[in-house]
Structure formats: C-alpha cells, structure tokens
C-alpha cells in the first residue's frame, strides 16, 4: 500500500513538472477558463495549451464542464491551490537562503 502512494505522488508531481503547466494551474486557481482564455493568458497556441490540459485532466488535477459547444477547466481539487501557495513560499525560502549565503560569502571575501 505505502508503494502506491509513493507511486501517487510522483505520477501527480511529474504531471505538475512543467512550468505551463503550473502556469494554467495558477491561472485556474481565479476561476474556471476555456481553452482560448488560457491560450490568451499563457500566451501559446491552443494545441500547446490543449496538450498540456490534457495531461493534467489524465492525472484527475483538472475536470471540465461543458456548456453547449464551450468546455471550460477548473481545478479538481481546491487543495491544488494551497498546494502551490506552499510551493512558492518554499520557493521563497530558498531564495532567501541563498541570497543569505551570497551575502555572507561576499562579506568573507572582502579584504
């Protein structure tokens, strides 16, 4: 049982290892979006941006609704978003440790 999780994970963050992925995420964090809406958004071709949604609705970390001829994607998930909350502010907690020893190596290196 453990394995499968462990399995899990690094299937859900391998879906997550891309960064237009995470960039319709983010985006899907403010509310549902249409293809041509993310495609504007990201700033790429809507076959790019269809590839990418459709490895993310494979892993079950996007769903759609459909209205008429409009398919629009939303977060399966509300946790997704916090999830990338914490992954900023990891992020940023590197940064500021290093920036900390940037800092330091320099000032040790002054004669």
Sequence with gaps: M???IQ??????????????RINILEIL?????NV???QSL???GGAVISQQLAILRNKNIVKT?????RVSYSLQDPMIQELLVI???????H?????SKFDRLQMESKP
């Design 29 to 33: 964090c403010d509310g549902d979006k």
């Design 36 to 38: 041509n809406e993310l």
């Design 7 to 20: 399995e899990f994970k690094a299937d859900f963050f391998k879906a997550l290892s891309h960064p237009l």
């Design 65 to 69: 609704r459909k209205d008429g001829t």
């Design 2 to 4: 453990n394995r499968e």
């Design 87 to 93: 992954a900023r502010q990891i992020f940023n907690n």
């Design 95 to 99: 940064l500021v440790n290093t920036i």
């Design 42 to 44: 990201c700033g790429v």
